[in-house]
């Protein structure tokens, strides 16, 4: 069976969540293609070594050019952080490579259009990592959807709270902090939170038109890790916006880390005319779904645990009632991407559903400075 | 319209729950009679006098006699110790007065049996207190299962936990505690607690063929308080119990003042072959219902908030979400009891079933001694 | 013991939650008067003979003049659609009669300013009947706030979701539909759910200093019920806004009457620096409260289940895990402002209170016409 | 570094449990060995060949005796069905292999304390599949009640519920229904899910002195899907026992296949002095904490979402709040397994551990028969 050479820019928490992927999804779906590890890059040599050596790349460098000047790779996948993000799509895009990017795309539309229009112009097979489209609550909630079940929508809520940045004495920047250092990630929780609730939102409920929005930075001042200067907090800490959907429906949008209690809630409802869903990542296997179509007297949310074998993706997995996780996320769209690219097809979230959402993001930070109503551009 | 004068035994916690009953039903519910508070009999003077100050009955005495020797009493009403229930239901079945009564109805079921045979010979309207069968969500388990929906019934599943006794410095015996004097309890959480599980399983589930029990009194000596002497403790502070019904389902049934962390958890659970069905005392207000006749994607257990219009008892009250709470127990079956005695008629729970109660808790506490499976008297 | 002599305006849905107040109050509540229902006033003759007569009231009429005019009535309770408020508190302050209030105060705030001057130059007791500050778990919300558990505040969310208007086939309009006529109500959802969000806001987190806004009438045309005539529909269907709040927290408020599967979703979130709790009408004696100081490994969300005797109210009703319901708030705000009234106090939420909330839902509506930021009146 | 060879019997649902645990540990835990998959035995040829292609296993066998005689293979892993345990695990005890058996360890305490004393006399590494010890808060219910926080044991409660056989039509026997062929299997739901439930009491609670239990065959002919003749169905479906520790707590275990709803409900509580914890596994990122110690006006259950870094096994995984699944607990139990094996020594649940389950439900099975309490050899 042909190989998919696979090389890997950044060994973060994201270079992590890919190379399981990598390891896991041959052995649970049967593949076109047989991954192999064939690189990984990253700036920090030592670390880059110990990385490729406990997931078993086969080489390691600390430039990414590297990669993408490789005849035997095909496909980057870009793990790195945001500010990075740009560069490496286009030019592993120039060099027809297959192209798997972490989200946000860009640190703005701006960036995320150039890479939309290199990706497009390369005609490789492409995604963004918004992993949480395969949540299998997630996709059975969209497949319920596409099935007409909800009627006319009128509702939809999206929450990701957490609260990990609440001390004052947390730093900003470098190793492991770099998404609170402006400069690097683009923006705060817009771009790092509210960008799952919105990618999830434009594929479920379709486009938004227009927002209004207010952002937040609780803690003004921090120290830099890398300088060790109290420096200025660039990033938004809190965001929430309003929003009218092009089908008409009203939402509500919020993502903070100051919300004391939440690791990292992120949940979602819809409200359509006959039925409405909820899901929770933090317990991520179950929808709660109501049908007003149900017999009046026990009629009732219904607590579903998607576990099943005719639930989305689980008949690759264990037995009813036994759960999958997080991970297992990144290796649904892994899966699903090399089947698209066996097609030559890129996979949604594609870069142009990438730009959609940086769009809805530069919106909502746009909206938040201007006390307006801001349209989202399309 | 005619009027229904009770005369009430009994001032405590379920005196205080019947009075309210008493006032609060003619305003919610179109009763047959317009129930009058005639009197209340109470051995301390005192107390009795406040209580009827407060709740508003026309006299007061500290001889239960006195009431089931006026002609202008038409209903007995027990809310007294356990010890007292025999005493005075056969004197006032003799005495022509309707009675409703407390639970367990005897402190066994030989009491329990003298009481029924009496209230029968008599053939007036009478009742045990069972009140969770009137819990709206609760009378809807039973009106599901009335209709068929369950199929075959594999298991009953029932707990009532509490933690109210785990303190060794708790004192046994008189005012507010005689429910921890065996002498006037009968016994301890069997009585007490297991006697509301059973009551409500024979309802729903049928009658139980046979039991093995356990019981345990984990704290073995408690001082008196109204001795004052430190002396073994009589009652059983756990009980547990399998069970088999007439219909070839299996239970267990468990009841114990010593489960940290829970306040009054009565719980029941029935799985049948198409149909479940759960219900928790601390959430009254919903059930629990799975179908497996729903469609397989999107099957759950539903949970139903019984609180709209043709949900059972909730037209009489306020507007769909909107909860009431433990006390309409009573309120609805002495709304339900006025109903049936207008038509001359006993109301379930009546006393031969307050007798099926006690012959079960009877066969649990010989089958404790025993250590062997023991029938259920029928 | 003196007599309060209360004056009652109206017979629908609240007119029975108040009656019902006034006559179990004294059974649970140490009451520095007695309650006398001396009048009921209400346009429907009828109806109004027969509402007097189940709840016992001593005379009823169509005109409530007749009760502000009676020498015998001390206290005027205002239970009749929104655009009455007005007229009749003034009337009744003028007539220096304690006056109690259904809410929203006024149809606007301009109504709702003139009642407050009315009330506050006659200087007689005043409430508003905003009743779910009186729902025990959030009355230990606000004592838990006020003991500074939360330190700063960052976050507020508070939704009322409800889905009883979804059909078309609806009518707009009369008897029991009045919440859906403009000139009756003054808003739609605004003020009729928005306004206990606000009030309940208010009081827990302190003034709201801006609000952007958006408001949705997603059918536009119904038949009127009373002239047969298909009308636009004037009022708000949806309504949802986010906030500032003086203390510098952010806000999200939402509700909205089609939100399939929401009865009457009141829930309420709080997240402090040290500290955040959890209110949810449909399990109203519950709050879920973290406590960040907790030791890090068994920290979480604890479920408290509001129903101890050391938590507010309590130690009026029954036992620990014994729930009450909806129609308590009512009672027990009847309880507080006799309290009050006998120490010649008005009782939060007074009129003052009142105000404040419509010149909120001002702001809102006003917001959701002008697309712009909004400031809060003061 | 040095390798360990593993030879794997059985390529069914345990035995892609057990190869996942192989590949990923080494990603996720330091182990001082390389996990290799040396071979697959198992009788189905061309199946065994394809499972040893997808999970790279680098050689396959029909007869498992292959992988005892191999001088390169250092561990036996039996994942076959019960009937096979006995046989192999001895032999490859002989062999001096580390073994690591799935469980219940025998079909019986016979066979079981055969193996233990193999085993034992080999002195090889040695451990039983129960998983469920590894689930991170399983684990960390097993350390707060070894840091002394929950004070004197009153109470356990165990269930397992499962809802898969309750049609008619599933026939017994042969691939993938082994299960349900007691000859097979040893028993029913006393093996298969009890001996779960049992593994977890004895590791939390210590041990089970006496046991009365009932058990049931609700189906009671089946056609057998190898030999497609009708025959008795020999089984349990379902099983129940009342059973008390050493420790003088009380305890209700209960296990089926016809409990309508439920997938496989594993749900535990322990009821202490002080504290108490329930756990469920359809929800198995949480705990439920209940620490009567704590405030009393804001004490409740901490529902305790365990997926921090300090909180059992998570530091190998993600970021707070995001959850792993039912394999990890595989992944786990073989890393430390890998972990002792290396410091020559076994690890819990050893054989020894694996023996006191199977003789605890062998008193189950033969009170059932007996119709007494029996007592638990030890």
């Known amino acids: 069976m042909k190989q998919l050479n696979i090389g890997l820019v950044g060994y973060g928490f994201m270079g992590r969540t890919h190379s399981n992927a990598f390891l896991q999804a041959p052995r649970f779906f049967d593949l076109p293609y047989v991954p192999v590890l064939k690189a990984v890059a990253a700036r920090n040599e030592e670390r880059v070594k110990k990385f490729a050596e406990n997931w078993g790349y086969e080489s390691h460098t600390s430039d990414w050019r590297d990669l993408v000047n490789r005849k035997d790779v095909d496909l980057i996948d870009i793990a790195s952080p945001n500010d990075t993000h740009h560069e490496i799509a286009i030019a592993a895009a120039r060099a027809g490579k297959m192209v798997m990017c972490e989200k946000p795309l860009g640190r703005n539309a701006i960036e995320a259009k150039a890479m939309t229009e290199s990706i497009e112009q390369a005609g490789v097979p492409n995604t963004v990592w918004y992993n949480y489209r395969r949540v299998p609550a997630v996709t059975m909630i969209k497949e319920l959807l596409d099935e ?55 594929w479920l409920n379709g486009p938004i038109v227009e927002v209004t929005a207010m952002t937040e930075t609780f803690i003004k001042e921090r120290t830099h890790n890398l300088t060790g200067k109290v420096e200025p907090v660039g990033i938004d800490d809190a965001s929430a916006f309003l929003a009218r959907f092009e089908n008409g429906s009203l939402a509500t949008f919020e993502a903070t880390r100051y919300a004391r209690g939440h690791k990292a809630l992120y949940t979602l409802e819809i409200n359509g005319e006959h039925a409405s869903a909820f899901w929770d990542l933090h317990d991520l296997h179950r929808i709660q779904y109501f049908d007003h179509r149900d017999e009046g007297r026990v009629r009732g949310w219904r607590n579903v645990h998607v576990t099943d074998g005719d639930q989305p993706y689980m008949k690759h997995w264990w037995v009813p009632g036994l759960q999958i996780g997080y991970e297992h996320t990144f290796t649904h769209q892994f899966a699903d991407f090399v089947e698209a690219a066996a097609r030559g097809r890129a996979l949604p979230p594609t870069f142009r559903d990438g730009l959609a959402t940086d769009r809805v993001t530069d919106a909502v930070l746009k909206s938040a400075k201007s006390r307006q109503w801001e349209k989202v551009e399309c």
């Open 148 to 202: 007409g079940r909800f009627g006319r929508i009128f509702h939809y809520r999206a929450k990701f709270l957490q609260d990990w940045t609440i001390s004052k004495d947390l730093p900003q920047g470098g190793e492991g902090l770099w998404r609170l250092d402006v400069s690097v990630a683009g923006s705060g929780v817009t771009g790092d939170l509210l960008a799952h609730n919105i990618d999830t939102a434009l």
